[in-house]
């Protein structure tokens, strides 16, 4: 069977620092060892470096039954901005174009977002004959409008009028749409008027633990080692990009670190690894807080590393809309590294945080409420460590790639019958 999997702003398995595969990635890979003839159509710009990888379409060949196609629609250095935008029609007319010199494929497996993207997908449908499956990863554009400031929403709501029709037609017409919680799936057919079938699947994200050879994770550990966050220190993690969505928040962990009586705090630390535009501002915030530690971003090895140190995984994400019937893929990330989830979100998260009783809660806006499981952490390490056990073993059940993926794979399969 011959696939496309399209999608961009992931990771790619060149890029440089021990890349981890998401989503896509993943599933690109598995398809291609099952024998499929797979093309992952991505793009040029490395999303989290806000860096090219390429300054022209490239075709990157990744073994006898994979191909990644780079897209180039020019770069943009901002999540939230005109750029961005520009830079997603032309990478849609690039994938439409460069799709008709392709050999058809059965299969056309399409993240959403971009909207864009599956709207060229639905397109080429009637020229190929494939089946269209969108994967509903994210609620564009309605997190726009609500994104905006109230007075405002009514001009947003202006705004984004044409991705709504895009979104909408492209639904009407898909033959199977999925995404990464059932609940996203039901957003999607809240907004057409075909019903669901049980083949529209909510499919949640997997995580793969990467193994590498032992020099390079003694190289990560001695990393650590020299930032000042070793085994004897109460380490907490906050691993992502540091978007201004949810600088509040983050801001909010800030304080309450300065929270902790300064004898404990000699004793812990709050480490923010990633990059993005609220990073600069954060780092400010933390000038005289030396357990705060800004690494940059990070690659795999030392994300592995980070997390054998560290007693818990810090979510902090906005009670919003998407956030509370979302599973983000840094809650997988922490149940895979055996860290209990440390959150305010309500939803999907907490309800998993109290089903599975892997982690933490706090209350959002309420530094104190943060402060005291940081001092929990500090108190309590026997707790913590029983929570990440808890938090490995529902890993190793639900979320690993060959129980998530593996599922999806065969409906796939099927699909092409």
Not at 189 to 206: E, I, W
Not at 243 to 265: G, N
Request: with cysteine.
């Amino acid at each position: 069977m011959r696939v496309w999997v399209v999608s961009v702003g992931e990771p790619l398995p060149f890029d440089e620092g021990h890349p981890r595969l998401l989503r896509a990635g993943i599933l690109a890979r598995m398809m291609a060892a099952r024998g499929h003839d797979v093309t992952w159509w991505s793009s040029t710009v490395i999303h989290m470096q806000k860096t090219l990888r390429f300054n022209e379409t490239t075709v990157v060949p990744q073994g006898p039954n994979l191909n990644i196609v780079c897209l180039h629609g020019g770069l943009y250095t901002k999540n939230i901005s005109i750029a961005r935008i520009a830079n997603q029609v032309r990478l849609a007319f690039a994938f439409f174009g460069k799709a008709k010199t392709m050999p058809k494929p059965d299969v056309i497996f399409c993240a959403m977002p971009t909207i864009e993207f599956c709207t060229a997908a639905v397109l080429l449908k009637k020229q190929t004959g494939a089946k269209v499956v969108m994967d509903v990863r994210d609620y564009w554009p309605d997190i726009w409008e609500e994104a905006a400031p109230e007075k405002w929403r009514w001009l947003a709501k202006l705004f984004i009028a044409p991705w709504q029709f895009m979104l909408r037609w492209s639904l009407m017409r898909a033959d199977r749409v999925m995404g990464f919680t059932d609940l996203a799936v039901d957003w999607a057919f809240s907004k057409v008027s075909r019903k669901r079938t049980p083949a529209d699947m909510g499919v949640p994200m997997a995580y793969e633990l990467q193994k590498f050879d032992e020099d390079v994770m003694q190289k990560a550990r001695a990393g650590w080692d020299a930032r000042g966050i070793d085994t004897k220190k109460t380490t907490i993690c906050m691993i992502g990009t540091l978007t201004s969505r949810f600088a509040h928040l983050m801001h909010d962990a800030i304080e309450a670190v300065r929270l902790i009586p300064a004898e404990q705090r000699k004793n812990f630390r709050l480490v923010f690894a990633g990059t993005g535009e609220a990073a600069e501002g954060l780092k400010d915030a933390a000038r005289d807080l030396p357990e705060i530690i800004f690494p940059g971003w990070i690659g795999a090895p030392d994300i592995q590393t980070l997390m054998e140190r560290s007693c818990a995984g810090l979510l902090p994400y906005p009670n919003t809309a998407d956030f509370l019937v979302a599973m983000p893929n840094k809650s997988i990330e922490y149940l895979a590294g055996g860290l209990p989830i440390m959150s305010c979100l309500r939803g999907q998260i907490g309800k998993l945080i109290n089903t599975e009783d892997c982690g933490f809660s706090y209350t959002e806006g309420d530094v104190t409420s943060l402060a005291t499981q940081f001092q929990r952490a500090l108190n309590e390490p026997d707790t913590f460590e029983d929570k990440g056990h808890k938090a490995r073993a529902l890993y190793d059940r639900r979320f690993t790639p060959d129980a998530v993926y593996g599922g999806l794979i065969d409906a796939l399969e099927n699909l092409k019958k």
